[in-house]
C-alpha cells in the first residue's frame, strides 16, 4: 500500500515562473492538506482539500497559489509568479474520510505525509 | 496566544538520560492529540496519539492533562536515534473542520554520546 506520493521532490524555478506540485493521497483517503514549511521553521497549514471541494483555505495567500483536488488524479498546488520566499519545503497529507470526533477515532484523524518538494527560486 | 505552544529547545541530553516535552493548546473543544517526530529535512511521521488516560508505547509516555489544556511526552533511556523535533499536534474541533491538525512549532532533541 503506497503512501503519501508527491512530485516533484525538488524542483528549480527562476523568479516569475510558475511552479506546480503533485500529491496523490494514501489509498482510500480522500482528504488532502498542504502545508509549507520555511527553513528552520514550523509547518504552516496553507490548505485543506476533499475531492473537487476546498474545505478550508485560510492559510493560503491571497495571490498567486491556488490548489485543487480534481474527482480524478492528484491533487496540485500552484503557485503563479514564483518569488525567493516562496523557496520552502511543501509538504502534503492525507486522511481518511469523514469526520470523527471522540477518543476512539483518533485513528482516522491522523495525518499521513508525503516526503515533501522542495521548491528553491533562483 | 498560539494554538499550540511548544518549547523550542534544543534539549541536549547524553544518551540513557529521560526528557520530557510539555504542550499547551488553546482550544478547549479539541478531542484528538497526537506527537509527530520530524527529522531533519524529512516529512513529520506519526509517534503516538495521546490517549486520555495516558498511553505508554516502549521507551514513550504521552500524558494528556484536560483541565489544564496541557499534553507530555517522556523519553526514557533516550537513544541517539531519538535526536529530532518532536511536534505537538491538536485538531481544530471546528465543524467541518475535524480533521484538521494544528501543529506546534515542534521541541528540538539532541541526545549525545
Known amino acids: 500500500n503506497a503512501g503519501v506520493m508527491q512530485n516533484p521532490r525538488h524542483l528549480v524555478r527562476r523568479r516569475g515562473q510558475e511552479a506546480r506540485l503533485r500529491c496523490s493521497p494514501m489509498?482510500?483517503?480522500?482528504?488532502v492538506y498542504w502545508y509549507r514549511q520555511l527553513p528552520e521553521e514550523g509547518l504552516k497549514f496553507m490548505v485543506y482539500l476533499q475531492k473537487e471541494n476546498i474545505i478550508d483555505e485560510s492559510g493560503m495567500p491571497k495571490e498567486r497559489f491556488s490548489a485543487e483536488f480534481p474527482k480524478e488524479g492528484p491533487s496540485i498546488l500552484r503557485i503563479q509568479q514564483v518569488v525567493r520566499g516562496d523557496s520552502a519545503a511543501y509538504f502534503c497529507?492525507?486522511?481518511?474520510?469523514?469526520?470523527?470526533?471522540?477518543?476512539?477515532?483518533?485513528?482516522?484523524?491522523?495525518?499521513?505525509f508525503g516526503a515533501g518538494t522542495r521548491l528553491s527560486v533562483l | 496566544r498560539k494554538e499550540v505552544e511548544q518549547d523550542p529547545g534544543p534539549f541536549n541530553v547524553p544518551e540513557g538520560a529521560t526528557v520530557a516535552f510539555n504542550c499547551t493548546y488553546s482550544n478547549s473543544a479539541s478531542q484528538s492529540f497526537f506527537w509527530y517526530r520530524q527529522d531533519c529535512r524529512k516529512e513529520p511521521k506519526l509517534l503516538m496519539s495521546v490517549y486520555s488516560s495516558g498511553n505508554e508505547d516502549g521507551r514513550f509516555t504521552a500524558q494528556l492533562n484536560r483541565a489544564s489544556q496541557y499534553i507530555s511526552l517522556l523519553i526514557r533511556d533516550s537513544k541517539l536515534s531519538d535526536s529530532a523535533t518532536y511536534l505537538c499536534?491538536?485538531?481544530?474541533?471546528?465543524?467541518?473542520?475535524?480533521?484538521?491538525?494544528?501543529f506546534g512549532g515542534g521541541t528540538r532533541l539532541m541526545v549525545k554520546p
Open positions: 499536534v491538536v485538531n481544530k474541533a471546528i465543524s467541518r473542520a475535524g480533521n484538521m491538525l494544528t
Open positions: 497529507a492525507s486522511s481518511p474520510a469523514g469526520i470523527y470526533p471522540g477518543q476512539l477515532s483518533l485513528a482516522k484523524n491522523i495525518q499521513y
Open positions: 489509498k482510500g483517503h480522500s482528504h
